[in-house]
């Protein structure tokens, strides 16, 4: 079995930072693809930014240039650097992960972290 869990959330006025964490545990052969995910209130969940098991990056748009996303493989580990906060980032954060355990290759979730950016 796979856990996520994610730390660092929080409450920032806006123009502060934050940087999120998230340890995968369990038995894992391989772990590839991680990203971050957010939920607004009343919103659909959605990609913020993914990476590449050798380290590529993709963010969406509204968070391009102002959030950082890396891993440490050697960890388990995936980070997301949030700076230049704005009040539409408020939102539940997920941390994602493409995992191979000694069963089925899968995406596991966290539990989410909740993220507040006040004006």
């Known amino acids: 079995q796979v856990q996520l869990v994610e730390s660092g959330g929080g409450s920032v006025q806006a123009g502060g930072s934050l940087t999120l964490s998230c340890v995968v545990e369990?038995?894992?052969?391989?772990?590839?693809?991680m990203g971050w995910y957010r939920q607004p209130p009343g919103e659909p969940r959605e990609l913020v930014a993914g990476?590449?098991?050798?380290?590529?990056?993709n963010y969406e748009q509204p968070v391009q240039g102002r959030f950082t996303i890396s891993r440490d493989n050697t960890k388990h580990m995936v980070f997301l650097h949030m700076s230049s906060l704005r009040p539409e980032d408020t939102a539940v954060y997920y941390c994602n992960a493409d995992v191979q355990t000694t069963g089925p290759r899968r995406f596991w979730w966290g539990q989410g972290t909740q993220v507040t950016v006040s004006p």
């Open positions: 369990g038995t894992i052969l391989s772990l590839n693809d």
């Open positions: 990476i590449t098991k050798d380290g590529r990056t």
